[in-house]
């Protein structure tokens, strides 16, 4: 069940009511496997920006990849696995180049938004990361400057991640 979990948690992230609709365990189950996960480093938890009942529950696939490259290392010399590179910035497109395209994705970044996201035309694969907003995290430029910083990291691990997983970088195909 820990490895359905850590899947189901790659492509976004859930609250335990999700997961265990979709893993078809009993919540206690649910609960103590991610309480291993989460103790292995496997796991993490935020709580809701919404309402702040809600824990949502993410896979820290970094530390995921560096434990699987550790084991094929530990197994055999010859499951050295290397890690591909990731791709540069993105040239950064106007918003109206997207207005008449359906998408194949919709990411939400916000719990509050995630929350009351419509669904939009194509029926598009929906993406929640939960993200606490950096602007809170002080109350100037100096303040939130580390937050801004852990953000932009967050979000260039978990893209180039959906990106694999997609297939669009190659060398990390889902």
Not at 39 to 67: K, N
Not at 72 to 89: I, K, Q, S
Not at 136 to 150: C, E, I, K, Q, V
Request: hydrophobic residues 40%; charged residues 25%; proline residues 7%.
């Amino acid at each position: 069940m820990r490895w359905q979990l850590l899947r189901v948690l790659a492509s976004s992230d859930r609250h335990v009511r999700e997961l265990t609709d979709l893993v078809g365990r009993p919540q206690n189950l649910v609960s103590y496997d991610l309480g291993k996960l989460r103790s292995g480093g496997l796991v993490s938890a935020r709580r809701s920006s919404a309402d702040g009942r809600d824990a949502y529950y993410t896979v820290e696939l970094d530390r995921l990849g560096e434990l699987l490259a550790a084991t094929g290392r530990a197994v055999h010399p010859g499951l050295r696995l290397a890690p591909t590179a990731r791709a540069g910035p993105a040239p950064q497109p106007h918003l109206s180049t997207f207005a008449a395209q359906r998408f194949d994705y919709v990411i939400t970044l916000c719990d509050k938004v995630r929350e009351v996201c419509p669904d939009f035309p194509g029926h598009p694969g929906y993406v929640h990361w939960s993200i606490p907003d950096p602007a809170a995290s002080g109350d100037d430029d100096r303040a939130t400057l580390p937050a801004f910083r852990h953000v932009a990291e967050e979000l260039d691990t978990r893209l180039t991640y959906l990106l694999a997983g997609i297939g669009v970088l190659p060398g990390r195909a889902a």
